[in-house]
């Protein structure tokens, strides 16, 4: 197992793939994607990561899968057999089991777009748009058990602005998203921080 082999796992566009994957071409991120996963067949971030030459792109299919819990031990399987030492998210829609959280306790991350533990779940962007947010933002967080909810390791704030639509907002935040999640992931593969009770505490570097 490489310390730098990462697996990400998305269902749709793929922009925050392509920009991990734009930043380790520069050398600004020293992660190697070995491995890319989608649960859906036509998810733009396959042909990304297809485009990029990543050696494993893998479409797996929910539904020939018997419950949740046995999908996910096929991509953990996928996962492991590439030699994968974490696990990042980017835009990936399915809620993972308890098992698989398990077996890659405290290397699986995400990004979600808005300043957590305020606007979890699927509609982020609209939620904070909604309520009448004047910021919102990034979250960088590890994934444990409670959706949306583990350790923060880093947050972006974003203005809104008067005459945002969702789109125009969620346009931003990806700027900012695509800024964020590849510096973060080289100072996680670089071994900088711990996790003291909930909190992720970084080393000076
Ligand atoms: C991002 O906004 C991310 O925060 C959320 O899903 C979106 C994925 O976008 N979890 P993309 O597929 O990386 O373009």
């Given at each position: 197992m490489s310390a730098n082999r990462i697996a990400v796992m998305a269902s749709g566009k793929g922009s925050n793939l392509k920009a991990i994957l734009q930043a380790a071409e520069r050398g600004e991120c020293p992660v190697n994607v070995q491995l890319v996963i989608s649960d859906k067949a036509d998810a733009p971030a396959l042909k990304v990561a297809k485009d990029a030459g990543v050696a494993d792109v893998l479409f797996l299919n929910p539904k020939e899968y018997p419950d949740r819990a046995a999908f996910d031990a096929a991509c953990a399987e996928a996962i492991e057999q590439a030699g994968c030492q974490?696990?990042?998210?980017?835009?990936?829609?399915?809620?993972?089991?308890?098992?698989?959280?398990?077996?890659?306790?405290?290397?699986?991350?995400?990004?979600?777009?808005?300043?957590?533990?305020?606007?979890?779940?699927?509609?982020?962007?609209?939620?904070?748009?909604?309520?009448?947010?004047?910021?919102?933002?990034?979250?960088?967080?590890?994934?444990?058990?409670?959706?949306?909810?583990?350790p923060i390791l880093a947050q972006f704030s974003v203005p809104v602005q008067s005459d945002d639509t969702e789109e125009s907002l969620h346009n931003r935040i990806h700027a900012a998203e695509h800024q964020l999640y590849p510096e973060i992931l080289k100072r996680m593969i670089e071994g900088k921080f711990s996790i003291e009770d909930r909190r992720a505490v970084w080393k000076e570097t």
């Amino acid at each position: 197992m490489s310390a730098n082999r990462i697996a990400v796992m998305a269902s749709g566009k793929g922009s925050n793939l392509k920009a991990i994957l734009q930043a380790a071409e520069r050398g600004e991120c020293p992660v190697n994607v070995q491995l890319v996963i989608s649960d859906k067949a036509d998810a733009p971030a396959l042909k990304v990561a297809k485009d990029a030459g990543v050696a494993d792109v893998l479409f797996l299919n929910p539904k020939e899968y018997p419950d949740r819990a046995a999908f996910d031990a096929a991509c953990a399987e996928a996962i492991e057999q590439a030699g994968c030492q974490w696990i990042v998210l980017a835009g990936y829609m399915r809620i993972l089991s308890g098992e698989f959280i398990a077996r890659f306790r405290n290397c699986i991350i995400n990004i979600h777009p808005a300043l957590l533990p305020s606007f979890p779940g699927a509609h982020a962007v609209r939620d904070a748009l909604a309520y009448g947010a004047k910021i919102t933002g990034v979250t960088v967080h590890l994934v444990d058990e409670v959706v949306d909810g583990g350790p923060i390791l880093a947050q972006f704030s974003v203005p809104v602005q008067s005459d945002d639509t969702e789109e125009s907002l969620h346009n931003r935040i990806h700027a900012a998203e695509h800024q964020l999640y590849p510096e973060i992931l080289k100072r996680m593969i670089e071994g900088k921080f711990s996790i003291e009770d909930r909190r992720a505490v970084w080393k000076e570097t």
